[in-house]
Every structure is written in C-alpha cells, then in structure tokens.
C-alpha cells in the first residue's frame, strides 16, 4: 500500500515535472549527506526526492515545514509515506531543539534534504539561515551538496494551484565542507554562492 | 482492421527488417572500429537504432490499435514535444495561465477534434480561437516587459507542436478513395516513413560523404552531399510505396520531395532555435537522438504542407 502511493505520488510528479537529475559534482552515493537547495515551490520536496536514485531514497530525508505537510492528512500521508521527510517545525514554539530530530538522522548515518532558504522564492535565491551551519558544525566530516531544482518557479509559482508541466532538473554540484575557522556569515554565503553557481552554469 | 491489411504488414515487416539490418551493421561496427570518435559515433549510432525499435513498435502497436490509439499517442507526442519547447523558452510569471490552457486544454482539443471527426473546428482552433484568447488572458497580468517576444513564443510553441504536429493524425479524416481496402492510417505511415528515411538516410549519406557544409552557421553536421543523398533514398523509396497512398508513382515521387524539402527545413529551423536559445537537443527523452522534438522536427514541418496538399488534390 505505502508502496504503491509512492510509485503513484512520484509516477505523476515525474509526469508533471519532469524530475531528471544530473549530477555535475558528484555521483549518487551511499553515504552521509546534506543535500541543500533553493527552496521555489511546494513540489520541491517532491521532485528532489524523485530524481534520487530508488536505493538511496529509503535512507535520505527532506526537510519538511510542519506548517504545510502537516496541514492535512494527506499532505502528512504524502509527506511521511513517500517522501521520508522529516517534519520541522519553523515557529520556534516547539519544545526542545527544533534540530533534535535531524541530529539525530544524521547521527544515524542517514543524509538530509535542506532547502536553507526556508521559504519560498520566486526564482532568486534567498540569503541562507543558519541551520545549515549549525548541522555542519556538529557533523564536520559529513559532505554537503549543492542543489538548484531548475525551472521549479515556473512549473506552480507562489500564489497559484496551476501547474505548467514544464521538465523540471536538479542539479546536483560539487560538495562543500565547513572550514574550521570559517564564520557563520562567510560560510553560509558560500553556500549560496554554491548553488547559485549551478544555477549560472554555462549552457 | 489495420492489422490484416496486406500492405500495412508488409510495410511493417519490411520496417523490422530494416532495423534489424541496422541492429546488425551496429553489431559489426561496434567490433571494428577503434579510433575515439569513431567509437562514440558508433555508440550513437546503436543507441539510435534501439530508441527506432522502440518507436516503430509504439507507433506500429497504436496504428494496429486502430485511430482513438494513434490520435492519443500523437497528444502525447504534441504535449510532451511543447514541454520541450517551453521549458527552454524563457517566460515570466505573467504567462502561467496561458501556458496552463494550452498544456491542458489546447493539446486535448486540437485531438479530440481529430476523434470527432470535427475538421472545420480542428482547423481553425488554434490560428483563430487560441491566438485571440490567450493574449487576452495574458494581459490581464499586467506584465508588459517583453509583452510581443513572450507571446509569440508562446503562439510559436503551440502552432509548431500542436498544430502543426496535429496534422499528422490528421490525415486519418482524410476520405482520398474508394478503395476500402486502404486505411487512411496508411497515408499516415507513409508521410513518416517518407520523412524519418530522409532524416536517417541524410545523416547517414552525410556521415560517409558529407563534405560540403550547407548551412556552417546553422547546424554544422548538414552537407550538401547528406540531402542529396537522403532526399534521393527518400524519394526513391516515397515513389515505390504509391500504393499506400491514393497517388500514381510519379505524382508519389512529388509528394515525397515536398516532404523531403520541408522536413529538412524543419529540421534546419529548429536547429537554429536551438541555437539561439543556447541549446544542442530539446530533451533527453530518447536515447541517442536527443528530445521528442528533436526527432518530429522534419515532421512538423512536413505533416501540415503534405495534409494540406493532399485534402486539396486528392480528398473525394
């Protein structure tokens, strides 16, 4: 049953958006990761997960905000069955350490889709907050990727339910890591500049 | 029933044989040749020949199916050759409705009018109806920054990919005889294989002779030696295969030199569109050749001028 409404969910993703993968920097591999990438649209989520390849999908989770997946039964259902993602809660209101439970992913030897923005854009990419710095931080061996989901602006921009089924790619680039000395601010405009950089590649 | 037509198994059988000719000299090729380019060209080659097997059994399998399937499948083909098109074509925020109609309600029309038989509607939907409406629904999002530029891409788009590609399918509303034992789906499958056998035949005759380059700016890999070569094979096979059509061999061998000629400006045009936009395939969507567009360009081309043609002289 989870199965097939993940082959269902992805199957008509992929119709809708394409959801091709290339990667530039580095190879799909199984291993500890923090995949981060510009944030455009609800099917971000959706559309990284299915560009990964199927056997590094059960051990990869994105980033979820509790405030939409958590919304509705089947955004939740959509979020937790297909998509393995880990729902996060953006209000600050919780208890505890909003990043306790990716701590705890990562400590696992599981990898993570971030999207550091933490809101929507509409084709630009947003300064970076600064979970990504904390993560790299507690875990400085553990490799983090570059990712701009290309075209995603277009396909169901901010303020419309539409979608135009236009073929959406991720870019996967070369892996970054935290310098030991490097600041919050510094490295975190490195990392937009990272993915920024896949954004501007020559055609 | 398409399938017990004699000519429709025959064209078809030889069709496999082609291929597995093909297949075969792929086979060899791949042994002998050693030099780098030499292998990638091989390994191009191969990858081709396999997308062909797949396309000429989908095709082959619709047209068996009978004509709802080959419409569907020519929907298909136009949606996903316009997702192509508009996902290199820059657009802004302020075309988002006049992209989602024509992704879902003109490409399902403009078939659907196939079905229904409905040739004054399918013939002026687009150039009429969706040339009118969708400007006008652009412009209620009060965006005029490159206004004209993003609208005619937009038109463009749906008069290349749908319209023109329509035409194709089309040509099964056509009445052109009598004669019950030839399907109007056998014109269909002429036109394509008149078109695809010029595409293959020029790339090939170019690959072994090709030396004069005929349009350098435009696509490099286009010789002079290539259409000659391509059109004549084209021609040559158009004229043998008059009886899947209402022509006699020589108005046959007319016909195919029509589509000859505007399949290779179809291609010759895409490939500058290509080029301005930056661009060297459409897609990756078939191995080998690149994205659906890249291998319907000749035939959106060809498939309006030679139904036009057709309905004109030779529709009873």
């Known amino acids: 049953m989870n199965a097939l409404v993940r082959w269902l969910v992805l199957g008509l993703v992929r119709l809708l958006a394409g959801a091709q993968a290339n990667w530039q920097g580095c190879t799909p591999e199984r291993r500890p990761r923090i995949y981060f990438a510009n944030h455009t649209s609800h099917l971000d989520t959706v559309v990284i997960v299915a560009a990964l390849p199927p056997e590094l999908r059960s051990e990869t989770h994105p980033v979820a905000a509790l405030d939409y997946w958590g919304a509705t039964k089947l955004r939740r259902l959509i979020a937790t069955v297909c998509l393995n993602a880990v729902l996060l809660d953006r209000s600050g209101r919780g208890p505890g350490d909003p990043l306790a439970p990716l701590v705890d992913l990562l400590s696992r030897g599981h990898s993570l889709v971030l999207f550091p923005e933490g809101t929507r854009g509409e084709g630009t990419v947003a300064p970076f907050r600064s979970g990504l710095f904390n993560l790299a931080r507690q875990f400085p061996d553990i490799e983090l990727v570059p990712v701009y989901l290309e075209n995603l602006h277009r396909i169901l921009p901010k303020g419309t339910m539409l979608i135009v089924p236009l073929i959406c790619t991720s870019w996967f680039g070369a892996p970054i890591r935290l310098d030991p000395d490097e600041s919050r601010g510094a490295f975190l405009g490195r990392a937009r500049g990272a993915v920024l950089a896949l954004a501007e590649r020559p055609a | ?316």
């Open chain 2, 1 to 316: 029933m398409m399938l017990a037509n004699p000519v429709f198994q025959r064209v078809i059988g030889g069709i496999f044989v082609l291929l597995a000719v093909a297949s075969f000299a792929g086979f060899v090729l791949q042994r002998r040749v050693g030099s780098p380019g030499g292998v990638e060209t091989v390994r191009n080659l191969n990858a081709r020949v396999r997308a062909w097997w797949v396309m000429v059994v989908l095709l082959g399998g619709a047209m068996a199916l009978g004509p709802a399937a080959t419409v569907v499948l020519f929907a298909l083909i136009s949606f996903m050759a316009l997702r192509e098109f508009v996902t290199l074509t820059p657009t802004r925020r302020g075309d988002h409705r006049a992209l989602f109609l024509s992704f879902f309600v003109v490409v399902p029309l403009q078939f659907v009018l196939i079905g229904v038989n409905w040739y004054g509607l399918f013939a002026v939907l687009i150039p009429v109806y969706v040339f009118v409406i969708l400007p006008a629904i652009s412009v209620l999002a009060g965006d005029t920054t490159d206004f004209l530029a993003r609208n005619a891409k937009v038109q463009w788009g749906l008069w290349l990919c749908v319209y023109a590609l329509s035409c194709a399918p089309a040509l099964l509303l056509l009445n052109t005889s009598a004669d019950r034992d030839r399907p109007p789906a056998l014109l269909l499958l002429y036109l394509l294989i008149v078109v695809q056998l010029s595409d293959v035949f020029q790339y090939v005759c170019g690959k072994l002779f090709g030396r004069t380059k005929l349009a350098p700016a435009v696509s490099p890999s286009k010789t002079v030696e290539g259409l000659v070569g391509g059109g004549v094979i084209a021609v040559g096979v158009g004229m043998l295969l008059h009886a899947m059509t209402p022509f006699a061999p020589w108005q046959a061998a007319a016909m195919s030199l029509l589509i000859v000629v505007a399949g290779f400006f179809g291609g010759l045009v895409l490939s500058a569109i290509k080029r301005d936009l930056g661009v060297k395939d459409w897609g990756r969507t078939i191995e080998g050749h690149g994205g659906i567009l890249d291998r319907v360009d000749s035939v959106c081309f060809a498939a309006p001028l030679f139904f036009h043609v057709t309905r004109f002289w030779f529709a009873v």
